[in-house]
């Protein structure tokens, strides 16, 4: 059996926290913007921290499994 739960969260975050999918923060003219489909560097740093954090606490603190067969 297969521990499928880092891939299918890694992947979910991943796509609900891209840089100017749903919001990005800090945006390009203020501080939040949403669906403004555009990124800038900083953006991109604190989107790279929040998904690690959300990840990290999800896999290894509240032990998160989803196993298949």
Do not use: C, Q
């Not at 800090?26 to 501080?31: K, V």
């Amino acid at each position: 059996m297969a521990d499928w739960a880092p891939v299918v969260i890694g992947v979910l975050l991943f796509v609900l926290l891209s840089p100017g999918l749903l919001f990005e923060l800090p945006g390009t003219r203020r501080g939040m913007e949403f669906g403004s489909m555009r990124t800038n560097g900083k953006a991109v740093f604190i989107h790279t921290v929040i998904f690690f954090a959300i990840f990290s606490i999800l896999i290894l603190a509240l032990r998160v499994h989803i196993y298949t067969g």
